[in-house]
Structures are given as C-alpha cells and as structure tokens.
C-alpha cells in the first residue's frame, strides 16, 4: 500500500489568535461585563456635577441635567479610548470619566456665581484640554521613566488611595446625613463584600467573572426591605432628555481660571500615564509611548468635547482597573459596552436612575473588593522591582509615605497656596513625581556618576600600568 504523503499546513498571518484586548464576546457577555464596568464608576461620575452643581448655585434640577450631561460625555470619552481613530485612543479596557481632580478648583472658579461661573469654568476646560492635546506627544515620553519601581508604587497608590472612597460609600457616601456610618450601613457594606467573594468562590466561568454586577444585584434587593434603597430618582426621571450643548451659556474665558484648570489638566496626564501603565501590565500588552500618547490624546480630545454638552474634564477611572484584575476580561470592546451604556444613560434619565438604585453601602462593599485588587496589582508590580538591590526600598518607602499624607492626614497642606492643593490633594500625583524623582537621583544619575569615576580609575590604571593583562575579575560588575 503506497504510504499517504504528509503535507506540512503553513499557518497563516489570519490563524494567530487575536490578543485578549482585542478580543470581542457574545452580545450577552459583552452587554453584562459592560454594565458591570457602569455600576462600578456610575457614582464616581456622578459625584463630581453633584457637589460643584449645588457650589456654584444651580437648583436641583440644574444639577441633575448636569449629572445626566456628564454621563453622556463620559461614554464618550470611554469610546474615543477604546476603540478610537487615527493617534487617539489607548485601544485598551481603559474607562474615562469625570475627574474628582478638577473639584476644588472649579468650586473656587464658580463658586455663588450660578451660570456665568459653570460657563468660566467650561472656557477654562476647553483651553486647558487643547493645551493638553497638544503637549501628550511630548508628555508620553516621560514613559522611559517609569520603570517597575515607578509604576508599582504608583499603582499601589491608586489603590490604596481609592479604598477611602469604597469606606465613604460603606458608611453611606454623605458625612452630613443623620445615618453615616450607622450600622445598618455598615452591615450591608461587610454583607455585599462576602455576597462578592462568595460568588467569586462558589460560580465558574463568565458567572464568575460578573460576580462583581451579581453581587451588586443581589446587596441591591436585601437593601429594598432593609429601607436604604431610594426610589425618589426613578419616580422624577423623565423618559428622555438630550444635554443641549452650552445650556449653560456659551463659554467664558477668564486668564486665572484656565491657569488653574491647566494645572488639573497636568495632574489629570500624570495619573492617567499611571492608570495606562497599570492596564498594560495587567492585561499583558504594556503600555508604550505611542499607546500613551493616544491615551493622553483621548483623554484631552474627550475632555475638550465634553463643555459643549455640558460636561467637565474627564481622566482615567482607576477602579474600574481594579474590576478588569478580577475578572480577567481584558476585552476592550466590552468597555467600549459600557462606553454605549454610558451615551445611553446620558440620553434616557430614566435608566440612569435604575443604575442610581444601588445603595452608596452597597457599591462600597464591593469597592473594597475592586480597590484592593488594584493595590493587589501594585505590590505584584513592586516583587518584580529588585527591591533588594541599590535604593529601590527607600524609593517606595519614601513615595508610598509622601503618597499617602493626603488620606492619613487630609488638612496636613491646609496652610499651603491653593492653587499647590490641586497637586498635594493628590496622593496618586505626589507619589509618582516623588518615586520618579527618587529614581532618577538613584537609579540615573549615581549610575552615571559611578560610571564615569569608573572609567577614571580605569584610564589612571592604563597609564601606570606595567603592561600586564587586566585581570577581568577585578572589572566592576554591570546589574
């Protein structure tokens, strides 16, 4: 029998598997994961319109606009990093948002002032986020400084630094009303928390990796006959309302408000260069100049954009980093889900008000899940650092302590110009600059120096030598 002859298939370019990130799920799964990503950041983006709203002087249903215009502008910004076009977008799982950076400052620039000071505060926005969009070519290239050291420092930062904010909502997000921190609050928090991790025992598969969503459902309805659950926003919520763009007036352009927005504007590029390093570490597809600059890009682009529908500056929302370390769905297309919903929630109140269901305790339950998954990341980070070796040690002791003065002690910069707050006020900004700072003074510029005394000593050591071989052992050793 004549022997059947072997043929060897050639794989072609088409039959190597797409990278997770580029990756996309069933309509379901992509739609679950998506609204997973909402739920985690929903009062994150709410939160910022809802203080400087009632700050500068609008009325309640002023202020809700604002809170709806700034969903809408958030899933647009998520969409423009997602999946983007030509040098903009990150092409990550990267979420944008409203940045709580901007808060203090635009409380300053508004304040009392009803709808001249949100019209200052959208001119300051808009020049600020050109200014940016022009700069993030130049700006991403601080990425060669930011070495295993850097980045775990920062991404540990990040995480540490949101778990005050996982508490605040496990206490019940408003320091003002009669039961913060009561125990009814704190009881549903610690009831979510074991619901979440349970479930991320207990199920397996895609189940599993929406227990995040499942375990805010389910601390949602044991909150219903517990009375912490408000159903006053879905009773006023209309049907379908459109942010008309400047409904506000049109912007307003006054010198010390852009300064001071330019200065958020900076803080919001450092942190969001951290956030893209930390995703990329995470989802296995590290972040390099040209994936930042388009991050950076995006984020300004975005927060450009976002004054005309009545939005403010939007950055990269680190929690829900935390929530694509859990699951390990590192899909950008199901962000870019959420992105949809976002857009969707922005122009339907009604279905932002389902979303705005989940009690504060509840979602905080879970943010201390999703947070400390960040930190998780950031001390992974920092065991490949070579923390035994020269002053990496003293370089994260020394950032992660200066990083965190902002949650020990909040009032710690009280008597320091306001304008400096936007930066000290963030621990995520002081400990990047201190630990690349750090490094550059230890890992860079002693190397040099020790390079060049080196070389000396060699140069001496030719002239007198005698002519006899070197002996290779004597050499300095390269780390």
């Not at 809802?50 to 899933?75: C, D, K, Q, R, Y």
């Not at 207990?202 to 949602?220: D, E, K, N, P, Y």
């Not at 408000?257 to 989802?283: F, N, P």
């Not at 889900?337 to 857009?343: D, E, K, N, S, T």
Request: aromatic content about 6%; proline content about 6%.
């Amino acid at each position: 029998m004549a022997a059947t002859p072997r043929f060897r298939t050639v794989p072609s370019e088409d039959a190597d598997p797409k990278h997770p990130v580029d990756e996309t799920l069933p309509p379901l799964k992509m739609f679950t994961s998506g609204l997973q990503h909402v739920a985690a950041m929903y009062a994150g983006v709410v939160a910022p319109p809802m203080i400087v709203g009632p700050a500068v002087g609008l009325t309640a249903t002023e202020t809700a606009f604002l809170m709806g215009a700034s969903l809408f502008t958030a899933g647009i910004a998520t969409l423009l990093q997602t999946l983007g076009f030509w040098r903009v977008g990150a092409r990550l799982p990267f979420v944008n948002g409203v940045s709580f950076a901007g808060v203090t400052p635009m409380i300053a620039i508004g304040k009392d002032r009803g709808h001249d000071g949100i019209a200052v505060i959208f001119g300051a926005i808009i020049v600020a986020s050109l200014l940016g969009f022009v700069l993030a070519p130049y700006f991403c290239k601080l990425v060669r400084f930011f070495p295993p050291v850097v980045t775990g420092t920062v991404i540990t930062l990040i995480g540490v630094s949101l778990l005050p904010v996982a508490f605040n909502w496990s206490q019940g997000g408003n320091a003002g009303a009669d039961d913060y921190g009561s125990t009814t609050n704190i009881t549903m928090a610690a009831v979510t928390l074991v619901i979440v991790l349970a479930l991320r025992k207990l199920l397996r598969g895609f189940l599993q990796q929406i227990a995040i969503l499942l375990g805010l459902v389910i601390g949602t309805l044991i909150a219903i006959p517990v009375g912490i659950t408000d159903f006053g926003a879905l009773g006023d919520a209309d049907l379908v309302g459109f942010p008309t763009p400047f409904h506000f007036g049109a912007p307003q352009f006054e010198i010390a408000a852009i300064v001071s927005m330019c200065i958020v504007m900076l803080v919001c590029m450092t942190e969001s260069t951290a956030d893209m390093l930390a995703l990329g570490k995470i989802v296995g597809r590290p972040a390099d100049e040209r994936t930042i600059e388009g991050g950076l890009r995006a984020d300004t682009l975005g927060s450009a954009i976002s004054p005309l529908f009545n939005g403010f500056m939007c950055s990269a929302f680190a929690q829900n980093i935390g929530l694509v370390a859990m699951t390990k769905v590192r899909s950008r297309f199901v962000v870019a889900a959420g992105g949809v919903i976002l857009v969707v929630l922005g122009l339907v109140p009604v279905a932002a008000s389902v979303i705005a269901l989940v009690p504060l305790p509840v979602l905080g339950g879970a943010g201390i899940v999703l947070f400390g998954s960040v930190a998780a990341s950031g001390i992974q980070t920092l065991a490949a650092a070579a923390l035994e070796k020269g002053e990496n040690a003293l370089i994260v002791a020394t950032a992660v302590g200066i990083g965190l003065i902002p949650i020990a002690a909040p009032d710690f910069y009280h008597a320091f110009p306001e304008d400096l707050l936007v930066v000290l006020d963030s621990g995520i900004s002081t400990g990047c600059v201190v630990a690349i700072l750090l490094n550059l003074a230890f890992n860079h510029l002693g190397r040099k120096l020790s390079a060049d005394t080196d070389t000396e000593a060699e140069a001496e050591g030719e002239t007198r030598g005698s002519g006899q071989p070197k002996d290779p052992m004597a050499l300095p050793v390269a780390h």
